[in-house]
């Protein structure tokens, strides 16, 4: 197959992600979020408790069904799910059933897309071109969400004048179906060498057994909590510095979408060519001088330009870490037949962060206004120095079973 075909491939899987933007307009569209549903910032945080209630243990399980299934099969069951439970959301006007339907987003999402996502993802990559292979797709993804996000911004006055903001979660579900459409028609499963109908438990023991599995997930943790956590950075400028609310936006949607299409694929190829410890270890330090900066900064509007740039610059070097996240996992040679059941064990370390993260920040908002962001700030430090450490110990491992270019 050629590089093109394979990045086509790559980009039309990232379409498939946009299921994810629907349990997370709650934190993209934060303030439009609580005024629809009528919410506030601690429901709004259980909101995204209950989906990784579902999601946590799906992103294990969900390896082991893309180690088994399909993968091609789980795309399009995840997306005809995840459509339904959009719809429905439009029409809910009760919290107790909005919680039931954040409950099954962990379930058409994480447990079904996302391992089987990340497998067909590796398939495409070539020997040592891992990086570059995850960078492109986020790349892609940042795309995808930039048009559909900043075209739901773009269009707010007719979307409030349609019927309200919760008209979108039906706009997503009908896209979604589309996509079910395209991916049935235009995309091919992976070759039956490279699935795993040889699956068995014991896949699942080499998986857990596996050092890199545990240190990738340590490090997707670490990282996860600054890409959950600057979700706040939207009300942050505009609770503490007075920015806009169209503004504050405009930048979480920037940190989801147009920082990553810059930066991600950057971040591919440098870690290509000095490998994924060191490339973290230097990202993360960054963004730890940058969280301890903006830990001081006097909480007024005359300070708004510099909270604003700090903002900036931390997710911009956050866009560039991510294309990191996954790549220890085919870095330290684990086999393709587990590829799918070590992804989901580290996406499931990782992601546990949503358990608990949201309603935390909530109820430090909630329990000391703005005083609560320091305290934000303070969790993303300690994330960054989880990353660092375990990068340092994946250096250690990578020395002693891969043989590596001197740095």
């Known amino acids: 197959m050629t590089n093109r075909k394979k990045y086509a491939i790559i980009f039309l899987l990232a379409f498939s992600c946009l299921c994810y933007n629907l349990p997370y307009l709650s934190s993209t569209f934060y303030q439009q979020f609580l005024d629809a549903f009528a919410l506030s910032n601690t429901q709004a945080g259980m909101l995204l408790s209950m989906f990784s209630l579902t999601a946590t243990p799906g992103y294990l399980f969900g390896g082991m069904l893309a180690d088994k299934f399909s993968p091609k099969k789980l795309i399009l069951i995840s997306q005809i799910l995840t459509a339904v439970l959009g719809i429905s ?10 919680l039931v339907c954040y409950l099954g987003f962990g379930v058409s999402t ?28 986020e790349f892609s993804y940042a795309i995808v969400g930039a048009i559909a996000s900043y075209g739901i911004l773009a269009a707010m006055d007719s979307i409030i004048s349609m019927g309200g903001f919760r008209i979108v979660t039906s706009v997503y579900g009908v896209v979604l179906l589309v996509i079910a459409v395209l991916i049935a028609v235009l995309l091919k499963d992976v070759d039956k060498g490279i699935s795993s109908d040889s699956f068995n438990v014991k896949m699942v023991g080499k998986a857990l057994v596996h050092p890199v599995t545990w240190l990738n997930g340590l490090i997707v943790m670490g990282l996860f909590i600054l890409v959950r956590g600057t979700s706040y950075l939207n009300p942050y400028l505009t609770s503490v510095f007075g920015a806009s609310v169209t503004l504050g936006t405009s930048i979480t949607i920037a940190n989801r979408t147009v920082l990553r299409m810059v930066f991600s694929p950057l971040g591919g190829i440098l870690i290509d060519r000095m490998k994924t410890p060191k490339f973290l270890v230097l990202t993360c330090a960054a963004m730890i001088a940058l969280c301890v900066i903006s830990i001081f900064v006097p909480n007024d509007s005359g300070h708004m ?26 870095e330290a040679g684990i086999p393709l037949e587990i590829t799918g059941t070590a992804m989901g064990i580290c996406s499931a370390i990782g992601y546990s962060t949503d358990l608990w993260l949201f309603t935390l920040c909530g109820n430090w908002l909630d329990q000391h206004g703005n005083s609560g962001y320091k305290y934000i700030f303070m969790l993303f430090i300690a994330g960054l120095a989880l990353v660092i450490v375990s990068s340092l110990l994946l250096r250690n491992y990578e020395k002693k079973h891969i043989v590596c270019p001197a740095e």
């Open 89 to 98: 959301m439009t029409f809910l006007n009760s919290y107790s059933l909005l």
């Open 110 to 137: 994480t447990f079904i897309h996302w391992s089987a996502m990340m497998k067909l993802i590796r398939a495409q990559a070539s020997e040592n071109e891992e990086g570059k292979a995850f960078g492109f797709f």
């Open 305 to 330: 330009t510099i909270a604003l740039i700090l903002v900036l610059v931390l997710i911009s070097v956050l866009a560039l870490s991510r294309s990191g996240m996954y790549t220890p996992i085919p």
